[in-house]
C-alpha cells in the first residue's frame, strides 16, 4: 500500500514533468494536474500485483521445504561458493584475497544473484533496445535526408512550363532549380507514386542496388525503389505494364534503387522515377508542372528561409506554396526527440527498479554475513575496502546481466523496429560504435550506485556488538 501510495505520486508528478516537457517540443500547453479514480485504482492493482507475483517464488521455496530441516538447521547458512568458480578464480585470490571473496561472494547465493541479474539484464536489455531502435531511426531518416538535395520545394498554382525553372534559377540565392512531377499509377495491381524528374537531376542522389540509373529507351525507362521492386518480383531488364489513369503503358525496369522515404498519408506502395517529359507523353499532357525542387547558394537553415521567403514574395504572380527542407527536418528531429524521451523514461523507471534489486541482494548479504564484516573490521579492514568488496560484487551481478543484455536487447531491439517498419517504411537496424561504451559505463555506474547504501551499512557495524551477539 506504501509503495502503491508513493509510486501514485511520483507518477503523477514524474507524468506532468514529463508531458510539460514533450509538450514544449510539440508546442502545445499541458492541462492542469488531474486524478481519475481509474488512476488509482490501476496504482493499487499494480502495487498489489507486484507484492503478490513476487512472493510466489519464496513462498514455493519455503512450503517444499521440511519443518524438521527447518527447526535442526541455523537460520543462516554459510554457502560456500562453486567449484567451477573457485578454480578459475584461484590465482586473483593470491593476489587479493578480498577482490577474489568479493567475485565468488555473489554465487554463495545463486537463486538470489541469479534474481538480482536477471532483473537488471532486463533493464539493460530495454537500454540497449531504446538505444539500438532510436539511432537506428536517425540514421535512416538522415540517409532519407540527404538522398533529396533540394533546399526547398516550391508548387505553382496553376501549373506553368518546365522552363519556370530557369526564372528560379535566374534568382540570386538560387543555384539549381529543376522542375518535377508526380501522379499515381498501379504496376501489377499494385498502387505507386509515379515520379517524374530530370534524367540528369541534381537534386536526388539514388542508391542504386541493382541496374543504373534513368537511360533513354524503348519502352521509357524506370526505375523501381526496392519495397516495390520485392513485392511484384520485378528485375532490371523487366518489361512491365503501368497503369497511369484509364492509360496502359509498356515500360522497361532499368534499375533498383534503396528509397522508402514516404509521407503522411500516403497509401501507395513505393515509387516509380521516370523521366519527367517522357511521364508527360505517357500521359497526353503539354508538360507543364506545378513542383519544383530548389538549391541554394546559402544552405543553412536562416539564411535558406530568408532566401525562400524572398523567392515567394518575387514569384506570387503564381501563388506559390513552399516546403523548406530545413524546417520538415526540424519537425521530423522534433518527433524523433519525443519518441526517445519516452523511450528513455520507460528505461529509467525500469533501471531504477533494478539498481533497487541490486542493493536489495546486497542489503540481504550484508545482514546474513554481520559476523564476516566484523571479523573484517576487527583484523583492520577499512571502509574503502569494504566498499570495494560490495562494489565488486554488485559489478559481477550487472556484469553478468550485461552479458544476457546485449543477446535479449539486440533482438527486442530488431523486434520493435520490424513493427516500426511495417507501419512507416522498412529501417533497418544500425549499431552504434558507443553501445559498448554504453554498456561498460552503465554496469560501472549501477554497480558504483547500488553498493552505497549498503557499504554505508556494512562500515557502520560494531565489530565488538557483532562478535559478541554471534
Known sequence: TAGSLLGLFLGLFGGHVLSSY?????????????????????????????????????????TRTPAAQLLRDHLVQHVTPPRWLTKPTRWLAHRSPLLGMSVRDPFRRPLRTGLATAVSAVALAA?????????????TVNELYNRYQADAWLLTNPPVPPIYARRLQAAPTVQHAEPWSMTQGALASIRTDVWGLPRSTAVYQPRLIAGSWLTASQPPAVVL????????????????????????????????????????????????????DELALLLGRDGRTALYAIRFWSAPSAVAATALDALERRERAVRPMTLLMAEDRAATERVLAVLTVLARTVVLVVGAAAL??????????????????GVLRTIGTVRGSLFAMLFTQAFVIVASGTLLAGALGLSMGWIILHFVSAQLFFIPPHLDRWLLVLAAGTAILSAAFAAIVPAVVATRLRPVEVLRYE
Open 22 to 62: 514533450l509538450a514544449h517540443l510539440a508546442g502545445l500547453v499541458v492541462p492542469p494536474i488531474s486524478l481519475a479514480l481509474t488512476t488509482v485504482l490501476l496504482a493499487f492493482a499494480g502495487g498489489l500485483g507486484i507484492a503478490l507475483l513476487g512472493a510466489v517464488l519464496p513462498l514455493l521455496i519455503s
Open 127 to 139: 537500454l540497449f533496445a531504446s538505444h539500438l531502435v532510436d539511432h537506428s531511426l536517425r540514421v
Open 225 to 276: 525503389t526496392s519495397n516495390l521492386a520485392a513485392r511484384i518480383g520485378a528485375r532490371v531488364n523487366d518489361v512491365l505494364a503501368l497503369d497511369l489513369g484509364a492509360r496502359r503503358v509498356p515500360v522497361r525496369v532499368v534499375g533498383i534503387v534503396d528509397d522508402e522515404s514516404t509521407y503522411l498519408g500516403a497509401t501507395a506502395l513505393g515509387k516509380v522515377f521516370i523521366d519527367r
Open 356 to 373: 533497487f534489486g541490486v542493493a536489495n541482494a546486497l542489503l540481504l548479504d550484508v545482514t546474513e554475513r554481520r559476523r564476516e564484516f
